[in-house]
């Protein structure tokens, strides 16, 4: 099966501190994504990216930069961190705009 | 506004009782369909997809679309407790290739 692996798995950071979320994935695929998920709203889009250097904004990406720096590497910055943005953070992969999407075991970020 | 909006919020039913959920598209440029299943404290994995008007049968899950009205639902058959989970309903393609919208999510609860 596809493996998309993030670290760190829990991270407790302070309001204005600067944190790093990363993702790998081993599935050579092109498309890979951030999302964050908050109950009552599922799953939102925060980035994405369809190759090494590239990156697309998605529906919520206020407060967030992300890279993807080789095929396989993808990391979500959070540069002045809220406590808005305490939620649970999901890296997923997928070969193509329209196919199976993987997603990693996600990171519990908490910014108190 | 979410782009995909499912309902009901959460449904309970005896176990060997037919599961029925519904999601529906307002982006019509959509032309992807995927319903995902994600279990308490475990990353979604996807369960069907369906991309083509009509009925698309796997075991005891069956997926309808129609393309006309963007609406998809998914119907369980003989509900065990171990579908119970949080189902998301997700819309891709189009102009928005690659941006895969999920919705809030249906939380199903099958009772012994």
């Known amino acids: 099966e596809a493996a998309v692996t993030q670290s760190p798995r829990n991270k407790v950071t302070v309001t204005g501190g600067n944190v790093t979320l990363s993702c790998r994935q081993t599935n050579s695929h092109n498309y890979m994504y951030w999302y964050r998920q908050d109950t009552g709203h599922g799953l939102r889009l925060i980035h994405y990216s369809y190759g090494a250097g590239n990156l697309q904004i998605g529906d919520v990406p206020d407060g967030y930069k992300a890279t993807r720096t080789t095929q396989e590497d993808f990391f979500l910055l959070l540069e002045l961190a809220s406590p808005s943005q305490t939620s649970l953070y999901f890296c997923?992969?997928?070969?193509?705009?329209?196919?199976?999407?993987?997603f990693g075991k996600g990171t519990r970020l908490t910014v108190v | 506004q979410q782009k995909v909006q499912q309902s009901p919020e959460s449904l309970i039913v005896p176990e060997g009782g037919m599961a029925s959920l519904n999601c529906t598209s307002s982006?019509?440029?959509?032309?992807y369909f995927w319903w995902y299943r994600q279990h308490s404290g475990k990353s979604p994995k996807m369960l069907m997809?369906?991309?083509?008007?009509g009925e698309k049968e796997e075991g005891r899950f069956t997926v309808h679309l129609n393309k006309a009205s963007l609406h998809t639902s998914l119907h369980i058959r003989d509900s065990q407790p171990s579908d119970s989970a949080l189902y998301l309903c997700?819309?891709?393609?189009?102009?928005?290739?690659?941006?895969?919208?999920f919705g809030a999510g249906t939380q199903l609860i099958v009772i012994p």
């Open positions: 982006d019509r440029n959509v032309d």
């Open positions: 997809s369906i991309f083509s008007n």
């Open positions: 997700a819309a891709s393609g189009g102009s928005a290739l690659g941006r895969l919208h």
């Open positions: 997923a992969s997928s070969l193509t705009g329209n196919t199976e999407v993987f």
